[in-house]
């Protein structure tokens, strides 16, 4: 039987798994690659990447591809919290795309972070800081 292609296993999931469009499979892939490099020049030496570890990667390149657009392509794209990374993950592994070990588990992409905190929250201002009231001016007679 002949091995079907990345584009080909692509179609079969979305086809399966209709919550996340293409093109977010296509940026797990990429956001999969940026984390790989990032650990190799960190000089990490294990090859594999946990759940919390991806969800990191994840998070500096959504940032850094999309800006504080991430949340608005997010959303477009069916993703509303780290565990649809986690779904999209196991829906990669499932047709041989991802490998994992034998301790993985979608659960590992669990509590990672808010997309508030992780998308809006470096995007909104600073807080101005707190004034306080300074006492009212004193009558002009009293100056006198």
Known sequence: MQQLDFSEQLEKIVQKDPRYVREAYLFLRDALDFTIKARRKAKELDQHVTGQ?????????????????????????????????GAMVFNFISVGIFGKTDTDSVDDFMGGYTFHDAFVAPFLPEKPPV??????????????
């Open 53 to 85: 570890q991806l969800l990191d990667g994840i998070r500096q390149y959504a940032l850094k591809q999309f800006g504080p657009m991430v949340p608005t392509v997010f959303e477009y794209w069916g993703v509303r919290r780290g565990e649809d990374f």
């Open 131 to 144: 004034h306080t009231r300074l006492p009212a001016p004193a009558p002009a007679e009293e100056l006198l």
